[in-house]
């Protein structure tokens, strides 16, 4: 077999095996456009010959407040993930403190715990704050699962700084503060894109935290309005269908912008010159 027809082979695969994954998402959105009338057809239509827009319509009566909080909780995450671990990993980059290889043990080690345990230490600690069912109180929670996994990100990043560079500044008189502000933060453009897209992701597509903390609450994310539209409604599959498409739109978009970006903040610091 020549090289020719072994990469046709190669591409034939990968292109079934990519079908066979994204089969999922086309079934989706097949059934967000498909008739009530139309739903227990035996066998399933392929397409939707007879569109209808209802199950859209239902999601922009209903779960628009889902939404708007899903966004401002994951823009807060993003905020606070960035504000924190940003620091945390210049400083275990270049000002190597005493304790900074434990304290990297420590926050690889904290990604392992089950989000189920915090959610639960969560709870004890907001019932006594008055935080349950609050929007503030969740972004807190999302950001613990982003944090430790950004620090990491920052660290790697920004020790393939060069350290002429902050040397350079400080000899010009710029403090701690000024050169990670200055010099390191705008450097490290690329972490902070990964860092932020996960981070969104995580708060975006939240579970665990939402149904411990905020359920029942003003202001519950797009994953409760979800949980709660198929237990009131588990007839209209084309409403419940149209839910997640339309909830699973700004991660999609939002991944295939900064999917670049990603690509170099992940891969910083595997390889050392």
């Known amino acids: ?42 066998p399933p239509g392929l397409f939707p010959v007879h569109g209808t827009l209802e199950g859209y319509r239902a999601v922009l009566d209903q779960q628009l407040p889902y939404l708007g909080t899903s966004l401002v909780v994951g823009l807060g995450t993003v905020a606070l993930t960035v504000a924190l671990a940003a620091p945390a990993g210049y400083a275990l980059a270049k000002l190597r403190p005493r304790g900074g290889g434990l304290l990297s043990f420590v926050l690889l080690a904290a ?19 008055g935080l349950l069912q609050s929007v ?12 430790p996994f950004a620090v990491l990100i920052f660290t790697a990043f920004m020790s393939g700084i060069p350290g002429e560079l902050i040397q350079a500044a400080q000899m010009d008189g710029a403090t701690a503060l000024r050169t990670f502000r200055s010099i390191v933060l705008p450097m490290s ?20 935290f939402a149904s411990t903390l905020v359920n029942g609450g ?14 009131n409604n588990n007839q209209e599959w084309n409403a419940i269908m149209a839910t997640a498409v339309v909830a699973s739109l700004p991660a999609a978009v939002i991944l295939v912008l900064a999917q670049r970006y990603v690509a170099a903040g992940v891969t910083a610091g595997a390889v050392k010159d």
Do not use: C
């Open 189 to 208: 453009r690329n972490a902070v894109v990964t860092v932020s897209l996960f981070a969104f992701l995580w708060s975006w597509s939240d579970f665990v």
């Open 111 to 129: 990604q392992m715990i089950p989000g189920i345990i915090m959610a639960m230490g969560f709870y004890a600690i907001y019932l006594s704050l």
């Open 1 to 42: 077999m020549n090289r020719r027809s072994r990469t046709w082979w190669k591409t034939t695969i990968g292109l079934l095996l990519t079908g066979a994954m994204l089969f999922p998402v086309y079934w989706m959105l097949n059934v967000s456009f498909t008739r009530d009338q139309d739903m227990r057809k035996s």
């Open 136 to 147: 503030p109180g969740l972004i807190v929670a999302d950001s613990t699962l982003a944090v």
């Open 218 to 231: 003003a202001h519950e994310p797009i994953t409760l309005g979800i949980y709660h539209y198929i237990g």
